[in-house]
């Protein structure tokens, strides 16, 4: 069977711009879940790696094996009519929850780098959504055509400026203490299942759209892979950053510090990708609303945006450090489940 290599392509832009929300492009994700535990984080990248490309690539192959148009249908499809809803009410909460962790991130851009208040950078990213969401959303999901090859750059330009600085391999092999060091065994796949399961809401329509399986299968493979090479390159540029954990948005100080020239486009794509992420968790929400309380659009959406706000005055390294492991730990079964279901079960 013949690939579609433009389609595959877009696949996997698409598949990389849904998982590399806030968290990812600010690195705080990848500090809370690998970095911070050292070489043991490298084993952990690498595993989380090869989970997100056959997994990703399994999760859509099986959508558009059953024709899911939804991640609803899917999770029906993988854990049975009972327990899938109980698990579409767990989502409505934890994208809830992430969707909070996104505007608490584009707060922390506008705090951390620009110097002005988070709440004016929430209130912003929330009027820029609303505005998109009256007009249509499209450009945004077309943002991720430039926005991802422009991640993928960026973190090759500062994992080769950190390969160049004293003590590079030192502190590759170095184990630091961590009280929690446990969760170095565990983050590699509490990570994954949590990104899989919440990514579901733009895969499974976009791969049921696509229906060719070769298509969608190397889509998901090559999204796996330029994912592992953007985490991978991140956490070894993070453990060059001298007290790491401390910040907020980490790689922004990274590339502060190694290409100052190149600063301001790199948290206008930070924010970017973190703005996609909000209207992309916004917009899933809407539509799953919407099929339990007929209310306007717009005032569902408004509705969800405030509670997002409340959420989101938590301090935003705090909020992904307690919210994301949580979710992570919940979505394990999804990703046990999806490994365990054929593809083609229902050909």
Same mark, same amino acid.
């Given at each position: ?98 969707? &909070?962790?996104? $505007? =608490?991130? !584009?707060? #922390? %851009? ?7 208040? *988070? ?73 994954? &299942?949590?990104? $899989? =399961?919440? !990514?579901? #809401? %733009? ?7 696509? *229906? ?136």
């Amino acid at each position: 069977m013949k690939t579609n290599w433009g389609a595959a392509f877009q696949i996997a832009a698409v598949y990389v711009g849904t998982v590399v929300g806030a968290g990812f492009a600010t690195g705080r994700e990848i500090v809370e879940f690998f970095s911070r535990f050292g070489i043991f984080g490298l084993i952990g990248v690498f595993m989380a790696g090869y989970i997100l490309t056959y997994l990703g690539a399994k999760l859509m192959r099986i959508a558009a094996a059953i024709g899911a148009r939804s991640y609803e249908e899917m999770n029906v499809h993988l854990f049975g009519k009972f327990f899938g809803r109980i698990i579409n009410i767990m989502m409505l909460f934890m994208l809830l929850g992430v969707c &909070a962790v996104m $505007l =608490s991130g !584009a707060g #922390a %851009v506008f705090e951390e780098q620009l110097g002005l208040t *988070k709440s004016l950078g929430i209130f912003i990213t929330i009027a820029l959504s609303l505005a998109v969401m009256v007009v249509g959303l499209k450009g945004v999901f077309a943002v991720n055509t430039f926005v991802v090859p422009m991640m993928i750059l960026f973190s090759l330009i500062l994992f080769f400026l950190s390969v160049k600085l004293p003590g590079f391999i030192e502190q590759v092999v170095f184990i630091p203490y961590a009280e929690d060091g446990w969760k170095a065994v565990i983050g590699p796949f509490s990570y994954t &299942a949590l990104n $899989l =399961s919440l !990514a579901q #809401a %733009v895969l499974v329509p976009v791969a049921a759209e696509m *229906k060719d399986d070769n298509t969608v299968k190397w889509g998901g493979i090559l999204g796996g892979i330029a994912l592992t090479l953007i985490l991978l390159s991140s956490h070894l540029t993070l453990i060059m950053l001298p007290g790491f954990e401390t910040f907020e948005i980490p790689m922004a100080v990274v590339m502060k510090q190694l290409a100052a020239g190149l600063y301001w486009i790199f948290v206008l794509i930070v924010y970017g990708e973190i703005f996609t992420s909000v209207i992309g968790n916004i917009f899933g929400l809407e539509r799953q609303i919407q099929k339990y309380v007929k209310l306007p659009s717009l005032l569902v959406v408004s509705l969800l945006f405030l509670i997002c706000y409340f959420i989101s005055l938590i301090d935003y390294g705090t909020l992904l450090s307690i919210l994301y492991p949580v979710f992570g730990y919940i979505s394990l079964i999804f990703i046990v489940l999806l490994w365990m279901k054929p593809v083609n079960e229902n050909k």
